[in-house]
């Protein structure tokens, strides 16, 4: 049986943390590599950038020193204890990070970032209706956990006791969601993260190499099939 406790207090008493020691930073120049990609190839021009639930604050570390944002400010929510520690580490002249929660204010940005965020939620429906006022543009990156390989391995419960997912989604649930939500939907781009992982076995590089040839032919199917790839969209 699950403790329905952990749900909330996982990130704040150590447990996250303790799981995930870098809270994820590791990634972070690549989704930021993502997140830039998707705004460059629909050619929008930025002024101010926050995130809501920006963890340990590198994502946005990361996208600041881009040249392409070198007029931008950077705004960083977080309502984590243990997270926000490590953002203070990261503040910078256009580098701000606040323990607030972003919801609650009547603060807005010419583009939002929900980086990996909503799918922790348990309201989430909720969450996503009220996030619309807070960005003209907004930038999403949502893990895809659901795929036939996953639920034979039985993934989504490691997902869950792992790094905290309480929902799960597949390509076309991802843009349902949003679209229910009463977001316009501007672009959408699998991101391949199964791509920058190490293949240390033989299992591991059969696993990529078939993910490779699959994704080349669609992305969707890879993902629906396999998994291994995330969904960015920008929506308004």
């Known amino acids: 049986m699950h403790d329905s ?11 996250y943390l303790a799981k995930n020691e870098d809270w994820h930073v590791a990634d972070s120049p690549w989704k930021a590599d993502q997140i830039d990609r998707i705004i460059k190839r629909n050619g929008i021009t930025l002024s101010s950038i926050c995130e809501i639930g920006c963890g340990a604050g590198e994502v946005l ?42 919801l609650d204010l009547e603060e807005k940005y010419d583009a939002l ?29 949502i893990p895809l956990d659901l795929s036939v390989l996953s639920l034979i391995r039985g993934r989504p419960l490691y997902f869950r006791e792992s790094v905290g997912h309480l929902h799960y989604f597949t390509p076309d649930t991802a843009i349902a969601t949003l679209s229910d939500c009463g977001y316009e939907i501007i672009d959408v ?14 299992k591991a590089k059969l696993a990529k190499t078939l993910r490779s ?24």
């Open 5 to 15: 406790t952990k749900i909330t207090s996982r990130y704040n008493d150590g447990d």
């Open 213 to 236: 040839v699959l994704y080349k032919a669609s992305p969707k199917l890879m993902s629906t099939w396999l998994g291994g790839s995330s969904l960015m969209v920008l929506a308004k």
């Open 61 to 102: 570390r990361q996208l600041s020193l881009k040249t392409a944002y070198e007029k931008v400010e950077f705004y960083g929510y977080e309502i984590s204890d243990d997270a926000f520690a490590l953002c203070t580490t990261r503040e910078a002249d256009r580098l701000h990070y606040y323990k607030k929660n972003l």
């Open 113 to 141: 970032l929900c980086i990996d965020v909503f799918e922790h939620v348990e309201d989430y429906i909720g969450f996503l209706k009220l996030l619309k006022s807070k960005g003209n543009y907004k930038v999403f990156h």
């Open 189 to 202: 781009m699998h991101t391949p993260w199964f791509a920058e992982q190490p293949s240390k076995t033989v």
